[in-house]
């Protein structure tokens, strides 16, 4: 599984290197994040690409999710 870090940074800077990964194939990844607006649009990215969405954590800013192809 893949795993993508984006604590702390700002849009659109989660969804690119969530893009990134996806576009290099990966079936499985984890993103954690700290932001709503980031899990918003990582959320919408991930949906649009067809991945299915796993919130493992969700706090006010703290989350994890899981993205499965």
């Known amino acids: 599984m893949e795993k993508v870090d984006v604590r702390g940074l ?3 800077l989660p969804v690119i290197k ?3 990964i996806i576009d290099q194939g990966a079936t499985e990844i984890s993103v954690v994040g700290s932001t709503q607006v980031s899990l ?3 959320t919408k990215l991930a949906r ?3 991945y299915s969405i796993d919130i493992k954590k969700d706090q ?3 989350w ?3 993205l499965k192809k």
Do not use: F, H, L, M
Request: aromatic share 0%; glycine share 6%.
């Open 40 to 42: 918003e649009n990582v």
């Open 64 to 66: 994890e999710i899981e």
């Open 48 to 50: 649009s690409k067809g």
């Open 60 to 62: 006010k800013n703290d």
């Open 18 to 20: 969530t893009k990134k």
């Open 10 to 12: 700002s849009c659109p």
